[in-house]
């Protein structure tokens, strides 16, 4: 290893001692991996092992008007065919455990399919051979639909609709906006100061993760009336929650067993093979076996999402940057999966790592006929950051600026506010610059040689949250209707402030404190406030976003930890802060379809919720209909 | 239909019966119970598979299990000695050329092959001896100076 | 279900096949096939015939079996021309299974080996006996071939280059091979083809007749490189698109002409 550790810098805020870093560690599983006897999933024998295959969708978009299985039921070797009628609860979306986003994907398509190599039924055979020549046996009659594979055209209004649980084909964000907005100070004024405004457009194509080993999970029944598992997951939780809410089945029955995994890179987390390969299981009372093979894994596989991102900067004629705005557009495929949380964590990446005092974003979780999206290594961020330092380079060329300069000039420095409020601590982009130029025999002025993180950040402007223009643009359905342009502030809608110094620090808007200070949500982030300070009504019956917030009856704690107005911000609106309990626990006003023969689990578990005080601060499982009463566990609202 | 096909693995006769068509990767972990070899693509592009027939890499998952009789395979569950691992084992070990540990087998196979027939490579026949083994999560570099360190390590013993 | 057949002799093998069944080789794309469950044969053919690994010299003329692998290429000091070739198909697990014969049969974008022999004018002599130029071969690509005839090509004429975007191994963008034979110190009778440009390996003519005559430098090759892709359709596929093939091609070809910067 040739790694070099400058413990010049910052040699203040840290302590030297390290017994770890820079020295030779074992790692505790390699003893198992050179020998060969690491177990992964498919290192686990079993007798009668049945193999699981899946008819797939050879179509971009298609309604499923039948589906004919009765040759390929009675091949030889043949167990069971299984569709998604036989699924207790067929559709879930991964967030629904942590209550983020709408049940929108089916675990086997029914009625349609929204990307090539969807699977509609699972066939179970005593070898993959069999179970392959069934698959080819089943007859599926699809009425092809016209189908959308770019994230623009998919927003606008004739597009056909990819996902009916969100027929705008965009992710809905807090009920109201059918993106995610951003809004620090104002954009539009300081465009029309800036000397030189500089726009581009950047695009990365998805990625598939492409691990080695490829995605599977055996499940094999064990004599207790549990299920073992034995995962490629990464995400070993998620699955046995997905697990137990598809198969309404008490997690208590799961036996998981993952942690050995063939690379996962984020490919492994959407909870796929084990519900299958359980319910599998479950039908047959075997041993089953659901394995991706390379084609698939690559096909069907998720991958990390494509993305497309346009930026404008306001510039001065001295490099600082005093506006950026971003438009950006995440290709989720055909289901949200976790692209409705990579918009979320792109938008508190913006601006990137510069101190700029005006920001606006608007970020759009697409849905397109593609392969649904996932996690993949920083998925999210990576995208975004490529868009942004591209743009850093193509401002220093438009001002005529050393590129590193530029970005040492604008660089955050400890004390400046950022576009996400929070104050901006341990920066370290500016000497990272200086090592680069120093490595690479590149030379930096006197200024930027001297220039530190750590001195002349928070002055002036840079210190404060600025007074913000906001504005209720892209309200759910609206794009659709009227074809109104993606980037912020592009239309007539109505536009709002926020005061100056509306610090997160001084919000009590959910009552309960936070467990750390830098838990705390922010009011202004759900989204447009109009002038008067009042918060929009959400539209339609309050959903999972609303009930995800945390219980709202403001307790004394709160107010005494985080005393409203303190650095003279507006007082909360009551709408805010006292929102009833019943309102809040409030269920579908219209339950989701249900498969036939589904227990009615739910009902029980929402008149109970109703009864609950909505300060508990802890809370047992979720209460939504749909949503099985086995998910486990408790946790904070 | 299922025949019997006798081979040697890991130095010891073996006698297996095999299904018709079956690959030798297959084989060896549902037949012989030698889960080292893995499954990455079955179609020869990963090299997880790889495991020495004759001493010389062969991608198990496109070697018809019949033709290997009366012939040697070796995989990397008979690589140590007993608890004597292999010079290549120890190198990976100490040298981090290891994370997930799915490629890990195959490559310590081509590795093996290459050392056998090369006691002293050089940076880039080691490369080219591992180029048919992909690994997602090491970028190759250990691997590589492991497998280096692994020949200093034998031409001193 | 799948059955093997394992015969003694070649010609019987050969009697074996029909449109059920598969000749296995080394193994490399039959059981690619058969482990993604390919149900359009049913049956496995395959020899012991060790006649078929034999590499026999006469003079400048060489009779290379069809079963012969790539790593037996590049252990025959007689097939030192072909190394760069057969070093060009997998890695070595790949290369200790890969055949002669197979290379012939394989699909897009493979089949390094076979552009290679396209340039060298091989000629394919089946197990029934009959003879005919790989390029009409690869036409039809039907019937158990038993070994390749080839003429040794002189000194330095055999170029052969393969782009690809991993190395040391990866997947054709495209391959390239010529023979630069010369008449009085000019180009005569040159033979140029491309893999990866087109479903098989090809001939490209239109170069072939723009080398005629020319000197080989950056002037005579001028024609040649603006017809480097005449005629042709490259496929898209996901190592790249047919457009970027069409645009590089001429790029490729002037350094496969000119021995230049084998990167």
Known sequence: MNAEYRKDLFADERSDDFDIIGKPVIRQDILGHVTGRSKFYDDHAFDGLLHM???????????????????????GGVVRVLGGRDVPVNTNTLLSLINFGRDDEPLLATDKVGYVGQPILAVVATSVRAAQEAVDAVKVDYEELPHVLDVEEALKPEAPIVNEEYPNNSFDYFDTYDHQKLRFGDVETAFSKADHIVEGEYQMSPIEQAPIETCGAIAAPETNDRITVHTSTQALFFSVGVTAKQLDVSSARLHFIGGTVGGGFGGKVDSHHEPLAALACLATGKPVKYMWDRAEEMQVGGPRGGERWRIKDGVMRDGRIIARAFTGFFDAGAYTRLSSYAVQKSTGHLPGPYSIPNVASNVYCVFTNRTPSTAMRGFGITAVDFAIERHMDKVARAVGMDPIELRILNAYRDGDMKAHRREAKNCALIESCQAVAQKTGWRLSADAARASSKSGGGVGALGVIPETVTDDEGRIGERRRSGLAPEPFSGQGTRGLLPEGHSSNNSSAFGNAPQREDMEAEIERLGFIGAAGVPPTPQGPMDETASSARPIAPSETAHTTHPAGARGGPSLPAAYTQRPASTINQPFAQPPA???????????????????????????????????????????? | MKSPVTFRLNGSETAVFVDSGANLLDVLRRGCGDLSPKYGCGQGSCGACTVLIGGEPHVSCLVLAETVAGRSVETTGGLSNGPDLHPLQRAFIEGFAAQCGYCTPGMLMSAKALLDRNPSPTRSEVEEAISGNLCRCTGYEPIIDAILEAAKQRGAA | ???????????????????????????????????????????????????????????????VGAGVTMAAILASRDLDFLSPAARAVGGPAIRNMASVGGNLMAPHPYGDLAVALLALDAVVRMVSGEELSLEDFLARRNGVVRSLLIRRPRGDEFRFRKVSRVKPKGVSVMSMAARLTRSAGRLSGVRVAYGAMASTPVRVRAVES????????????????????????????????????????????RRLLLGEDAR
């Open chain 1, 53 to 75: 295959r899946c008819v797939r969708s050879p179509h971009h978009h298609a309604r499923i008007r039948s589906v004919d299985s009765s040759a390929a039921e009675r091949q």
């Open chain 1, 594 to 637: 249900q498969a036939p023969g589904t227990p009615a689990a739910q009902q029980p578990a929402a008149a109970e919720a109703e009864s609950e005080s909505a300060t508990t601060h802890f809370q047992r499982g979720v209460r939504r209909p749909g949503v099985s009463r086995f998910i486990s566990g408790s946790r904070r609202r």
């Open chain 3, 1 to 63: 279900m799948l059955e093997v057949q394992t015969y003694p002799t070649v010609g019987e093998a050969a009697s074996a096949m029909d449109d059920q069944a598969r000749f296995l080789g080394g193994g490399t794309l039959i059981m690619n096939r058969v482990n993604y469950g390919d149900r359009r044969f049913n049956r496995i053919v395959r020899t012991t015939d060790a006649s078929l690994s034999e590499i026999r010299v006469e003079g400048d003329r060489l009779e």
């Open chain 3, 210 to 253: 723009a080398l005629e005559g020319v000197s080989l430098d950056h002037a005579g090759i001028t024609a040649a490189l603006s017809a480097a892709t005449e005629g042709l359709d490259p496929p898209d596929d996901p190592i790249a698109s047919g457009w970027y093939r069409r645009e590089v091609a001429p790029v490729h070809l």
